[in-house]
């Protein structure tokens, strides 16, 4: 990933996120905001229960099941 531009105050759209497997890697940059899109709804429910209990990242993250 160290071949990725800087993502400090960026919006992520993370596509196909799976479990959230990037999710540190963005928090991490400082990302603004992260948007986890899955078609899976149990995979988007991973990533909530594993990235939005703080009230920090609520306000930084939203989750949406694509499909």
Request: with cysteine; net charge neutral; charged share 25%.
């Amino acid at each position: 990933i160290s071949f990725l531009p800087k993502f400090e105050r960026k919006s992520i759209i993370d596509l196909g996120c799976g479990s959230g497997e990037y999710f540190d890697f963005f928090l991490n940059e400082k990302c603004s905001h992260i948007t986890a899109i899955d078609v899976s709804q149990s995979m988007v429910e991973i990533v909530k229960e594993r990235y939005g209990a703080s009230s920090v990242q609520k306000e930084r993250m939203m989750y949406v099941r694509g499909g």
